[in-house]
């Protein structure tokens, strides 16, 4: 078991920043690959980055490449998503989750993430 818990959401004027950690528990956190997605009302729950097991490479959707970056630290067993240059279209509710997988085909598949937190809300006034 993994115990995956999301901290750093809020509310951010258009243009703003906002780092949003991933604090996680129980497990070896750097057994697994970590992801970020993000939810709307009504609307299914987005991938938006990935990052390996050693950090060394990330994945973005193209909605928030080079805007938003993805890091871990291994040592602190926390994932993290720095958040810039935020829209309007980014409030949602944020996710981050593990994946036990060691093939990086699977990093971009919701379904093979195991753990998830509980999320936490972005939100971004126009």
């Known amino acids: 078991q993994v115990q995956l818990v999301e901290s750093g959401g809020g509310l951010v004027q258009t243009g703003g920043s906002l780092r949003l950690s991933c604090a996680a528990s129980?497990?070896?956190?750097?057994?697994?690959?970590m992801g970020w997605f993000r939810q709307a009302p009504g609307k299914e729950r987005e991938l938006i980055a990935t990052?390996?097991?050693?950090?060394?490479?990330?994945y973005y959707a193209d909605s928030v490449k080079g805007r938003f970056t993805i890091s871990r630290d291994n040592a602190k067993n926390t994932a993290y998503l720095q958040m810039n240059s935020l829209k309007p279209e980014d409030t949602s509710v944020y996710y981050c989750?593990?994946?036990?997988?060691?093939?990086?085909?699977?990093?971009?598949?919701?379904?093979?993430?195991?753990?998830w937190g509980q999320g936490t809300q972005v939100t971004v006034s126009s």
């Open positions: 989750a593990a994946n036990p997988s060691t093939s990086a085909s699977s990093y971009r598949i919701r379904d093979e993430y195991r753990y």
């Open positions: 990052i390996n097991r050693s950090g060394y490479t990330t």
């Open positions: 129980g497990r070896t956190f750097s057994n697994y690959a």
